[in-house]
């Protein structure tokens, strides 16, 4: 007689050999091509009703598959975006019980990193990029909302990360970022402070440095600046933690 252990993993092994069979024909297919009725499935992947249909639920969360039902219906492959990504994984960091200051220390490491490789790049696209966003920074008040700067945060981080071509670090640094909002209590943001007023002056000022290096393809300058500003990123982020209504 099989221990509840073995029996277990007995029961597991075919739904994971299915979903991994299953996996590999909607990546070998077409974004949005049809890949079989229920019935098919169950001949093509060798496996029960049931089993098909918790590979599918399975496929389904992952962003891989979606069942449509009714007459047209069937399973068809989708490809998951990097927005899913960063939501399911930084879901379940948090179950983790990760501290998300940590978190927010590694993508500081990753942004000095993407600094680095745009500000080597040296192109006339490059160039144009980095003067484009130093228009807009420098078009900004020493009273714009905390909103206002991360908008533009957010948006120069994207040209950037374009510049340097480095999808992988873009999809990490974007995981951990997407956790640490997860782990900060929200609030309204005060911007009327004299501490916000100098957030907004520091951030100029290091967003600036790391454009200029950018467009002088200053790569010491840029890991300088990129190191600034994450610095100043973290700071904020903690003193809107502390003061949080039951913060301490």
């Given at each position: 007689?099989?221990?509840?252990?073995?029996?277990?993993?007995?029961?597991?092994?075919?739904?994971?050999?299915?979903?991994?069979?299953?996996?590999?024909?909607?990546?070998?297919?077409?974004?949005?091509?049809?890949?079989?009725?229920?019935?098919?499935?169950?001949?093509?992947?060798?496996?029960?009703?049931?089993?098909?249909?918790?590979?599918?639920?399975?496929?389904?969360?992952?962003?891989?598959?979606?069942?449509?039902?009714?007459?047209?219906?069937?399973?068809?492959?989708?490809?998951?975006?990097?927005?899913?990504?960063?939501?399911?994984?930084?879901?379940?960091?948090?179950?983790?019980?990760?501290?998300?200051?940590?978190?927010?220390?590694?993508?500081?490491?990753?942004?000095?990193?993407?600094?680095?490789?745009?500000a080597a790049v040296r192109t006339e696209e490059s160039r144009a990029m980095a003067e484009k966003f130093t228009k807009r920074v420098q078009a900004i008040k020493p009273?714009?909302?905390?909103?206002?700067?991360?908008?533009l945060e957010v948006e120069s981080r994207a040209a950037i990360f374009a510049v340097a071509d480095c999808r992988y670090i873009e999809l990490i640094f974007n995981i951990?970022?997407?956790?640490?909002?997860?782990?900060?209590?929200?609030?309204?943001?005060?911007?009327?402070?004299?501490?916000?007023?100098?957030?907004?002056?520091?951030w100029r000022n290091a967003k600036l440095m790391e454009l200029t290096a950018i467009h002088t393809g200053d790569v010491e300058l840029g890991a300088m600046a990129a190191?600034?500003?994450?610095?100043?990123?973290?700071?904020?982020?903690?003193?809107?933690?502390?003061?949080?209504?039951?913060?301490?």
């Open positions: 007689m099989l221990s509840g252990g073995m029996a277990k993993t007995s029961a597991i092994r075919p739904i994971e050999s299915a979903a991994s069979q299953l996996r590999q024909i909607v990546l070998d297919a077409a974004d949005g091509a049809f890949i079989g009725s229920e019935d098919s499935l169950i001949a093509t992947l060798g496996v029960s009703r049931s089993t098909v249909r918790q590979v599918a639920r399975l496929l389904e969360r992952e962003g891989f598959l979606v069942v449509r039902r009714g007459i047209n219906g069937g399973y068809f492959a989708t490809r998951p975006d990097a927005k899913m990504i960063e939501r399911t994984v930084s879901a379940y960091l948090e179950t983790l019980a990760m501290d998300a200051e940590d978190v927010t220390v590694v993508a500081s490491v990753l942004w000095v990193q993407v600094l680095r490789k745009a009273h714009a909302t905390f909103e206002e700067i991360r908008t951990n970022t997407a956790f640490s909002i997860r782990g900060f209590p929200p609030r309204p943001d005060t911007n009327d402070t004299p501490e916000h007023h100098e957030f907004v002056r520091a190191h600034h500003i994450r610095e100043i990123w973290h700071k904020r982020v903690w003193n809107r933690v502390r003061i949080a209504p039951g913060a301490t």
